[in-house]
């Protein structure tokens, strides 16, 4: 967020000044790195070629370790402007696009109905060619909990084309989209506006913040839910940090009704939120996120659907590296962000082709080439970047909304240990999917 010198409350960096001290830190942290990895190097060299072993440990320690220092530095430095507007009253639109959720979208539209917010909220549901009760549970809820729903059917599948058909009938300055099986907490919708009123006219939409409703349900949803806690949320105040959150994801965000019409909706696209936001950056908008804009969703507790959901979300990263270039972007803070997402796919690459088996040498064959002393060096960064978000989520955010932080030891556990080993291979099955045009699905 923008912060800069301020009389009344002191010295303030600003957030240009911010970035070239997490840059700087980056850098001094991989000079450091390559200094005490030269044995490491030439041990390596010798099995292979010294290219490929620069290759090889740049993948699994040089670039994740660049990328781990320069978070750190971020969130040690990030200071989350102060809300000036604490009780706003514009009249806002949340639309909900609906596949075969009569599960769940009564409960969701219910945490809609107990929301706080003082101004006027119309809900917009758009059936998306439901095979169950779907409209029947968004009929019942419209009765029941006496809301202003209007209910819309869109025959042509896939998310972007309910989204798009639910923003003609949107007359409201602000518009933000919910997932049928997401809840809200009772304040989330005020802190979207009133980030969003509090922030500069070039602030065109906020990123809600993501959390994990099922975590009790399996294994599986408890390894998740450290994902979202730690990882996905310290990204986004990191990118928040620097006016380009990369997703104002379609599961919970707000943005401004004129803009999202202005470059055409949501595309045609797997993941359409990801380049309706790469969209937005380029026309020279910014994008927030609020932390306390809190939202629970269900996610996948089964591998086959984690698989689909996670290598559908590596698709949508391609998408938008292809709808809008990095170099395209038009603030320096958009081009590193958005050309972080260029390396990525190398990493996912070192680590499941390098890393694992580098892994299994260590474990079975007591062979530390690749995985040994030396690459234990990029975990206590991690670690730094885990403890200072989890202190900002749970005595910042969780404090103020007055919900605790469940106890998840195992999860905690194993999400440190193997959640990479699986993520990393998904996420290449996801870059091969869209790399031979794979059919895309929703869900």
């Not at 072993?53 to 994740?64: C, L």
């Not at 928040?240 to 994801?249: C, I, K, N, S």
């Not at 690459?375 to 978000?389: D, E, K």
Request: charged content about 20%; proline content about 3%.
């Amino acid at each position: 967020m923008n912060n800069t010198i301020n009389k009344n409350n002191g010295f303030y960096l600003s957030v240009k000044t911010k970035f070239f001290i997490s840059i700087l830190i980056s850098i001094l942290w991989v000079i450091f790195s390559y200094e005490v990895s030269k044995l490491w190097l030439n041990e390596l060299s010798s099995i292979t070629t010294p290219l490929i072993a620069f290759i090889i440990i740049a993948g699994v320690a040089y670039v994740p370790g660049f990328m781990n220092a320069f978070l750190v530095g971020s969130l040690i430095l990030d200071k989350q402007p102060k809300l000036k507007v604490l009780d706003p009253r514009d009249e806002v639109t949340l639309i909900i696009s609906a596949y075969n959720e009569e599960i769940g979208i009564f409960e969701t539209l219910r945490y809609v109905k107990n929301q706080d917010y003082k101004g006027k909220i119309h809900t917009i549901v758009i059936d998306n060619n439901s095979s169950d009760n779907t409209s029947k549970e968004v009929e019942r809820a419209k009765k029941e909990l006496n809301m202003d729903i209007m209910l819309l059917h869109e025959s042509k599948p896939g998310k972007f084309n309910a989204l798009n058909y639910g923003l003609k009938y949107v007359k409201t300055k602000y518009v933000m989209t919910l997932d049928a099986d997401t809840i809200i907490h009772k304040s989330a919708i005020k802190y979207l506006v009133s980030r969003v009123k509090t922030s500069p006219d070039d602030v065109c939409a906020v990123a809600g913040s993501m959390l994990v409703r099922n975590s009790r349900e399996n294994l599986l949803a408890k390894i998740q839910e450290w994902d979202y806690f730690l990882s996905i949320a310290s990204v986004k105040r990191m990118q928040g940090l620097y006016q380009g959150t990369l997703v104002a994801q379609g599961a919970f965000s707000l943005y401004k009704t004129e803009v999202v019409k202005n470059v055409g909706g949501w595309s045609d696209a797997i993941g359409e939120d990801i380049v309706l936001t790469w969209k937005i950056l380029s026309e020279g908008n910014r994008v927030y996120f609020e932390p306390m804009a809190v939202a629970f969703t269900d996610v996948p507790v089964k591998l086959s659907h984690f698989v689909k959901q996670r290598s559908r979300w590596a698709r949508g990263m391609i998408e938008g590296l292809r709808e809008v270039k990095p170099w395209q972007q038009p603030s320096m803070f958009y081009k590193f962000l958005t050309g972080i997402d260029l390396i990525i796919p190398y990493m996912d690459f070192s680590y499941t082709f390098f890393w694992i088996p580098g892994l299994i040498l260590a474990l079975f064959f007591k062979k530390y080439y690749i995985v040994g002393p030396m690459m234990l060096l990029v975990l206590p960064l991690t670690l730094v970047s885990f403890w200072i978000l989890y202190h900002y989520q749970a005595n910042v955010v969780f404090k103020n909304l007055n919900l605790r932080v469940r106890k998840n030891f195992i999860g905690f556990a194993l999400f440190i240990l193997c959640y990479q080993m699986i993520m990393s291979p998904v996420s290449l099955y996801g870059y091969v999917q869209e790399l031979f045009g794979a059919k895309r699905v929703w869900k």
